[in-house]
């Protein structure tokens, strides 16, 4: 069974959800410039993706290359960079960075401790993601409440990071449901990573990611041998507890 046969159920109140994200995103694209979304190529963002070149608003992407993402993720890549009209920028590790730390600590350390783990997030996915936001006003993420319980107060527009960075998130997607997500595929046809069809509804680094099963949390399948607290990698860790909601 496809993840769209799967998940595909609507909220009752898709149709005000699908409002609010369109007006936000109409507002980031017209008050928050340069700003860029991140995609890693997950069901979020690639709605998100689809949403802005609906709506023809100019909102360019990136995606972090981090050297272990799985052959399906990397190919979807290729086929959207392919058709981005806004563009898509590829972000990759240091590869001087990379190549020391397998030296030093392997290319299994992800699993031996917490601390090796985030050290190897650092690497290939934070020191990325400054490159890719220099600059910018604003970022778009596919950040959703109902992921976890790390993310359960998701505001739609962050301000946390804004005086320490200028910068501010919009996380256009954090009121839908995963069936909201699905609906909307399905809805448009949008291109999706296979892996989702094969029960991964969180995708990252493939020795850190594995197919979950029926009951699992959303994100079991994401440093599943690591306690419940310590599944971030660092892309979204806020300095500051300032957030703004946005209502309609």
């Not at 993840?3 to 909220?11: D, F, G, M, Q, Y």
């Not at 994200?21 to 980031?28: D, G, I, P, V």
Request: hydrophobic share 40%.
């Amino acid at each position: 069974m496809s993840a769209i046969e799967l998940h595909a159920r609507p909220s009752a109140d898709f149709g005000a959800k699908l409002a609010e994200t369109q007006s936000l995103l109409q507002r980031a694209a017209a008050q928050f410039r340069p700003l860029t979304q991140a995609s890693s190529l997950g069901a979020e963002d690639v709605v998100i993706t689809h949403l802005a070149e609906s709506l023809s608003l100019d909102i360019p992407a990136f995606v972090l290359d981090t050297g272990m993402l799985h052959d399906e993720t990397l190919q979807l890549l290729e086929r959207t960079r392919a058709r981005s009209r806004a563009g898509l920028t590829v972000y990759r590790p240091a590869t001087e960075s990379v190549l020391r730390f397998v030296a030093r600590e392997g290319k299994d350390a992800m699993y031996r401790s917490v601390e090796l783990r985030k050290a190897c997030c650092h690497i290939r996915k934070v020191e990325p993601l400054e490159r890719a936001l220099a600059g910018k006003r604003a970022w778009i993420t596919g950040l959703r409440r109902e992921q976890s319980t790390a993310r359960a107060e998701v505001p739609l527009l962050d301000r946390g990071d804004e005086a320490s960075t200028g910068r501010v998130k919009f996380n256009p997607l954090a009121n839908w449901t995963w069936g909201d997500v699905w609906h909307y595929i399905r809805l448009h046809g949008v291109d999706y990573n296979p892996l989702h069809d094969a029960f991964f509804p969180s995708v990252g680094c493939a020795p850190c990611t594995r197919a979950i099963s029926l009951g699992e949390d959303f994100r079991a399948g994401r440093w599943w041998w690591e306690d419940e607290a310590a599944k971030e990698c660092g892309l979204h860790v806020r300095t500051e507890s300032l957030k703004e909601e946005v209502s309609q």
